[in-house]
């Protein structure tokens, strides 16, 4: 069974601190990974990772993947209000299993 | 583009009543979700079509839930009868058959069941 951990649960920093947030997976015939950013409605898509050690980035957000160790980071920088949101990740294996199995997602909330 | 389009945004009942969510995907997508998003377990899979057939429902809980695609444009979400414990938010999402993974969601649809 496929298996999606992201740490931590739960995080609150101050603006302007950068945050760090983990996820680890365990996947059969894994083809990507993706980032989605949930507000208070629905999750929208940040980024998907294809390959290792290749570094994402858009604006004060980044990620990298590790297919060696499966895992992935989300970076952000210079943290505002608005990036207060639930993060979520998923891989994704295709090829016929193309629903996501999300992680149960890593709420953050960024203080003024 | 509209985006993905669900109904109705809450809907509120009691229990042993049906309840059923309705979704418009994104015109062209050929793939359809329903996820199910509780603080408990997160968001989950429910079932999935493609080209308006369904491919995987191993996620759908019980049996007193059901999923339709009748056409490219329209799919519903049954729960009969609801219980207290199906309470959740429920999310459409769309895809192209492009092998991306990348899902375009719904607004969802927040259902109570009393």
């Known amino acids: 069974e496929d298996k999606v951990v992201q740490s931590p649960l739960s995080l609150v920093v101050h603006e302007g601190d950068t945050v760090t947030l983990n996820c680890s997976y365990e996947?059969?015939?894994?083809?990507?990974l993706l980032w989605y950013k949930q507000e208070k409605k629905a999750p929208t898509f940040l980024f998907m990772l294809?390959?290792?050690?290749i570094e994402k980035k858009s604006g004060r957000l980044s990620s990298i993947l590790d297919k060696k160790e499966l895992f992935s980071i989300l970076n952000i920088t210079a943290t505002q209000t608005g990036d207060s949101a639930i993060y979520l990740c998923a891989p994704y294996s295709g090829g016929g299993a193309d629903g996501l199995t999300f992680g149960k997602g890593t709420h953050l909330i960024i203080q003024p | 583009d509209a985006g993905v389009i669900q109904s109705p945004r809450h809907e509120v009942t009691e229990m042993g009543q049906e309840v059923t969510l309705r979704c418009k995907p994104i015109?062209?997508?050929?793939?359809l979700f329903w996820y199910r998003q509780t603080m408990m377990r997160g968001l989950e899979l429910l079932i999935y079509f493609n080209n308006n057939v369904p491919i995987d429902d191993s996620g759908m809980p019980e049996d007193r839930f059901s999923a339709k695609m009748p056409n490219a444009s329209f799919s519903t979400l049954k729960i009969q009868p609801s219980e207290p414990r199906d309470s959740a938010v429920y999310f459409c999402?769309?895809?192209?058959?492009?092998?991306?993974?990348?899902?375009?969601f719904g607004e969802g649809s927040r259902l109570t069941v009393l």
């Open positions: 999402a769309s895809s192209l058959g492009t092998n991306t993974g990348e899902l375009f």
């Open positions: 294809t390959s290792s050690g």
């Open positions: 015109s062209g997508h050929d793939y």
């Open positions: 996947v059969t015939n894994f083809r990507s």
